[in-house]
């Protein structure tokens, strides 16, 4: 079995990743989290770095879809401009929401990926269910209380996580 809190990738952010870097591995839908993933927790739209992202993902005929733990309210107002599919108060790392996901997205479990800023929530969520996982690191350190708390518990992690970069173990 996978480790439960190591990722396949870890990058510095989600910019980094290409449609052609996702197909060389066979990846063919992503699960996006939103909040310090595509942009900073604060902000409300897209940008236009996060709206070139997506799009870049649908011309290159990969799936995409939302899955946030957020409120209905911050996710639809994201994703509608978008044109990209999404559920909201998602429960992640619990299974539910990203079944509904792959499902949605009409692709075997093995050519999906979760990326996500959170070991805990998208990294966990996607390991549980056998999908690839792409860890990105947080966009800001302007965060929610219990998101700060859960970042100390990360921490040891993490330093494996990048000790395991270095050795060339994950990507
Ligand atoms: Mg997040």
Same mark, same amino acid.
């Given at each position: 079995?996978?480790?439960?809190?190591?990722?396949?990738?870890?990058?510095?952010?989600?910019?980094?990743?290409?449609?052609?870097?996702?197909?060389?591995?066979?990846?063919?839908?992503?699960?996006?989290?939103?909040?310090?993933?595509?942009?900073?927790?604060?902000?409300?739209?897209?940008?236009?770095?996060?709206?070139?992202?997506?799009?870049?993902?649908?011309?290159?005929?990969?799936?995409?879809?939302?899955?946030?733990?957020? @409120?209905? &309210? #911050?996710?639809?107002?994201?994703?509608?401009?978008?044109? %990209? =599919? *999404?559920?909201? !108060?998602?429960?992640?790392?619990?299974?539910?929401?990203?079944?509904?996901?792959?499902?949605?997205?009409?692709?075997?479990?093995?050519?999906?990926?979760?990326?996500?800023?959170?070991?805990?929530?998208?990294?966990?969520?996607?390991?549980?269910?056998?999908?690839?996982?792409?860890?990105?690191?947080?966009?800001?350190?302007?965060?929610?209380?219990?998101? @700060?708390? &859960? #970042?100390?518990?990360?921490?040891?992690?993490?330093?494996? %996580? =990048? *000790?395991?970069? !270095?050795?060339?173990?994950?990507?």
């Amino acid at each position: 079995m996978k480790k439960l809190f190591t990722p396949d990738m870890y990058l510095d952010s989600v910019f980094d990743i290409t449609p052609v870097m996702l197909k060389n591995k066979g990846i063919y839908g992503l699960i996006l989290d939103i909040d310090n993933t595509l942009v900073a927790t604060y902000i409300k739209k897209a940008d236009e770095r996060a709206a070139d992202f997506i799009k870049s993902l649908k011309e290159n005929g990969l799936k995409a879809v939302i899955v946030s733990n957020g @409120k209905k &309210k #911050r996710v639809e107002l994201f994703c509608k401009p978008l044109g %990209i =599919e *999404y559920i909201y !108060k998602a429960h992640k790392p619990l299974g539910g929401a990203l079944k509904k996901a792959i499902e949605m997205m009409g692709l075997p479990y093995d050519k999906v990926a979760i990326l996500g800023d959170q070991l805990f929530t998208d990294v966990l969520g996607g390991n549980l269910l056998g999908i690839h996982s792409i860890l990105v690191k947080p966009m800001d350190p302007d965060e929610p209380l219990f998101i @700060k708390i &859960k #970042r100390i518990f990360e921490k040891p992690f993490l330093k494996k %996580i =990048e *000790y395991d970069v !270095k050795k060339n173990r994950i990507k």
